[in-house]
């Protein structure tokens, strides 16, 4: 069993280490993550500089660039050999409903499913790390049933899996839910530079919009660790009949 772990937060945060010791016997597990924290980093590609592997004391290798960077280099060439699961975290902080669109670490993940591997994306829903232990037992406890169930070799799936900062025995069991919404996100930051010039600060995430039973805010506030499967068509499938009619009317109207 390969797995290819990376994350957002960056190579020396102590989720993908808490990450990396709860799964590593669970096969050959290989860390490629970035050099720098690149959380909000999304699937950004690095196109015009180049990439630069290093290898950290523990084995850990670090990249000058994004997740996806990390996961696009691993198993284009780095590794030499294709991994069986690609497992991303564990964030520090949620990643629920709209988040999971700017989401490094859904991008990591995201990045291995574009490839058609298997992948995880984890997250612990308070920044901070507390109890990040136990979020690497009920982690490992999800991928271990995933290679139990032989999973890994079915269609490739993505997951996208939040975790409340609990102890591991208060911690209630996975629940399949949907993503929920949050509101628009909080005001910028304008605060004036030394030089001169006005600079601006991306607000913090708004709170949660739709939070309703089913939802992975609700299952989370709930104590359960919310598991999420995504797809990557961004496609509206419900809208496509009425803009196809909507469409249709206009062109009647113009000819
Ligand atoms: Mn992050």
Known sequence: ???????DDGYQAPGI??????????????????????????NALTLHSPL??????????????TPADCVHVALTGLLGYRPDMV????????????????????????????????????????????HIEAAGRKARDLV??????????????LLNVNIPNLPYEELKSFKVCR?????AAEKVVAQPSPHGDMMYWIG??????????????????????????????????DGLKDWAAQLAGRDKAGS
């Not at 990643?95 to 992948?119: C, H, K, Q, R, W």
């Not at 993503?179 to 509101?183: E, P, T």
């Open 87 to 130: 497992v991303s975290g564990i964030n520090n902080g949620a990643n629920m409903g709209d988040d999971t669109i700017y989401s490094g670490t859904v991008g990591a993940a995201m990045e291995g499913y574009l490839f058609g591997i298997p992948a995880i994306a984890f997250s612990q829903t308070q920044k901070g790390w507390a």
């Open 179 to 183: 993503l929920g919404r949050r509101h």
């Open 204 to 237: 913090g995430a708004g709170p949660a919009k739709d939070g309703a039973d089913g939802t992975d805010f609700h299952a989370t506030a709930q104590g359960h660790v919310s598991v999420t499967p995504l797809k990557v068509d961004l496609t509206d499938h």
């Open 52 to 65: 630069y592997v290093h290898q950290a004391g523990n084995g850990f290798r670090y990249v000058n660039g």
């Open 17 to 42: 280490i808490a990450l990396y010791e709860a799964i590593k016997d669970l096969g050959e597990v290989e860390v490629v993550a970035p050099e720098h924290n690149n959380s909000a980093k999304s």
């Open 144 to 157: 271990q049933q995933m290679l139990a169930q032989q999973l890994h070799k079915e269609l490739p799936w």
């Open 1 to 7: 069993m390969k797995i290819l772990l990376s994350n």
